[in-house]
Structures are given as C-alpha cells and as structure tokens.
C-alpha cells in the first residue's frame, strides 16, 4: 500500500453536507438579525472553523461565537442528518481497513456531530480515530487535528481533504497532502496551498491511494418473505438509502437477474399449471441461481459493490424444504454447488401470518403458479422462514411486515445500518 495511515476530512471530503450547513448557517445569521449571504457565500464557509468564517464576514468576535452556538443549536436537531456520502467512499475505506491502513478522521466539526453523521451513514467502524473540536470550543487549527489523529510510528502519511486548511494543516504536520476537486475547494486553492496530488473524483482518489490493489469484496444483502410481503418496495426504498450512503448498490432478483436465469423464472412462475414436479421445480431454483451468482452476483461484489437481492437460497429453503416438504438438507445440498460457498452477509426478512399474504396477493390480481398454492402450503413456507430466522440471529433481521410501509422502511434502514456498522 502506498500508505500506512490515511486521514480524511469529513466535509467535502467523505461527505455531500452543503444542505444542512448552509440551511443552519443562514438561520443563525437571520437569528442574530442580520442579513443572510448569498449561496455562493455561504459555500465558502463548507470547511474552515465557522467561527473564523464567520468574523471574516465582518461579524465581531461576541457576535460571531453566537452565531456559532445557534448554528449548532440548529444543526444538532436538523442539518447533521442531511448529509448523503460521496458514491464509492465506503468501498474506499472498506478496502484501506482490509489491508490493514490505519484510518482516521481529522475535522473542524464538533466530535459529537460528527461521529453521528458517520454511524448515520454506515461507516463510523472504518476509523480508527475521530479527531474534531469539543463542543465547548469555538475554533481549532486543522494541523493541531491532524497532530492528533496521527498513529505513533506511522511511516508515510496522507492527509485527504477539499479545502487549503486540509492542504496547509498537512504540510505542518509533515505528511503528504491530498486535495479533492469534488468537495467546495478548487484546483488552484489546492495546489497553492501545497497539495501533492489532487483527485478530479472518487474514483481517482480510490485508484492513487490503493495504486495497483483491488477493491476489498463488496456487502451481500438479501430480502425474504412471503409473497405480499412488500418486499419489491422494501428493497426500492432500502436501494436508495444505501446509494444516499455512498454504496454503489447492484439490485438484483431471484429467479432472475441475468437471461439465462430470467429465462427459467419464466417457467418456474408461469400462472398455468405446467406439470412441474416438485423436484423439478427446486432443480430449476438451484439451476437459475447458479447462473444468476456466475453471471451477476459474484462480480459485483469483486468490483466492491453492494449487491441488494430479492430471494436467495433461504426462499429456496421456505419454499421448496417447507412449502413442497422436501426438507431443508435436501435443499441445502442441491444448492450448494449453485451458491459457490456465497453466503449473504445480512439478511433481511419481511415476516406477514399467512392468512395476511394471502388476501394481499389476491388484492393484486393476478397470481404466479407458486403464489396460487393452497393455505397449507403457504402456512409451512411461513413456519419455515421463522425457523430460518431464530437459527441465524446474527445474519436474519427479523421485521414485522403488517406495519406501514413508511415505518417498515425506517425500520429496515436503520436496522441494515447498524449491521453494517458492526460487520
């Protein structure tokens, strides 16, 4: 690696914060009676220490530390959470973790705020150091943070961040300096201030400091649950979240997913009754799903992507070991050559009774063969999924699905973002 301790900052840098700063900025501003700066203006305070940005607007000293308070009086309720993470940050640090880079982070923002904008977006396990400004301290000078958040005995260094404080902070502390042009910073401001080297992207950034090493394995998510459990929505709405955390997300389906797959999906739900038998059918499950983890799965996750999938093996295990009472061994050992030792990291479950999945699949019209079995069937596919769930509580994330879709949603992402947390 090229190197051994890599700091970032937060702003700019890891993430999008320019709603939630601007928007408590100017309510600071209007709070003390004095009239709000244009956006252009308000940009310019992304980065520095607010209260120096402040007092270079013209505010006196008393006048600017009550800006200060108010904006993060504001900011603790409301700005902190608008922040979304720059797409392909967390396959950056997943990967600087992997290969044993020390991580940290050095920002002028409050600690408090900051260690909440990181576990609300999925990524505080990836530091191994948060270095920022207490709340009862109204400036700190970037070199002193970055001092701080330095590892003992590091032997080449980087500082990563947007703005010429990052740049000029590195250079006193005598590591190398690396500026990114996709945060509130310009080239010029960058490479006057001393930077190094300075990334147009993401993707430069992640190409200079990994040089030749892949991108660590990407996450493996799966949805279950029985038919009208809402999972197609679950997943729409858990997809955009994880993008607005940075993830490059890969939503796939199962069976399905790639032509081959897609091809058997059609034989396997065709609404006519087709003959198939029950062995045939866990076959034709096992068969679409080793052309669906070869073609699809498996090299998302190598580019280090999350991989979002609605049905993987356990379906197979509800559905055919339960459903058609084939047995979870027999399932097991048809799909094992299928699933090429892949196994989902975190799994989410939509639990709905039986008799609640049957009168939402019949609302919606029109019903696949599978989901036109009888209430026996469905009864044991649902036994079986809470089987499955109490014997994986350290992968299976068990969630009521009879709630509002809106609460179930909020329910699910938070839920999903403490397993990533803690994975």
Known sequence: MRYDAV?????????????????????AIERLGLPAPDEATLRTLIGPPLMEGLMNLGLEEATAREGVRIYRERFSVEGWCDNSVYTGIPALLRTLKARGVYVALATAKPEKFARMILEHCGIARYFDKVSAVRMDQMHADKADLIRDALPPGAVRAAMVGDRLYDMRGAKACGVEAIGVLYGYGSREELESAGAD??????????????????????????????????????????????????????????????????????????????????????????????????????????????????????????????????????????????????????????????????????????????????????????DAYIRLAGRNPQRVILIDASREVGEIAQTVCGRVMERLNAW
């Open 7 to 27: 700091l970032f900052d937060l702003d700019g840098t890891l993430t999008e914060s320019e709603p939630g700063i601007t928007s408590s900025i100017r309510y």
């Open 197 to 382: 080297y300075v990334a147009g992207t993401v993707r430069d950034l992640t190409g200079y400091l990994l040089g030749d090493e892949p991108l660590a394995r990407g996450v493996f998510i799966t949805m279950e649950g029985m038919d009208g459990s809402g999972k197609t929505t679950q997943i729409d709405m858990l997809a955009g979240w994880l993008r607005k955390c940075g993830h490059e997300v890969d939503v796939t389906r199962e069976p399905g997913g790639c032509p081959i797959s897609e091809a058997i999906r059609q034989i396997l739900l065709a609404a006519e009754e087709n003959g198939l038998t029950d062995a045939a059918e866990m076959l034709l499950f096992a068969a679409a799903r080793a052309q669906h983890v070869s073609d699809r799965i498996l090299p998302a996750l190598a580019a280090g992507r999350l991989v979002l999938c609605d049905r993987f093996e356990d379906s197979s295990v509800a559905f055919q070991g339960g459903g058609r009472e084939l047995g979870e061994e027999l399932v097991r050992a048809v799909n094992a050559p299928a699933k090429q030792g892949l196994e989902p990291d975190i799994t989410v479950l939509l639990a709905l009774a039986p008799e609640l999945s049957i009168a939402r699949r019949r609302e919606r019209g029109a019903m696949d063969r599978i989901e036109q079995q009888d209430a026996g069937f469905h009864g044991r596919v649902h």
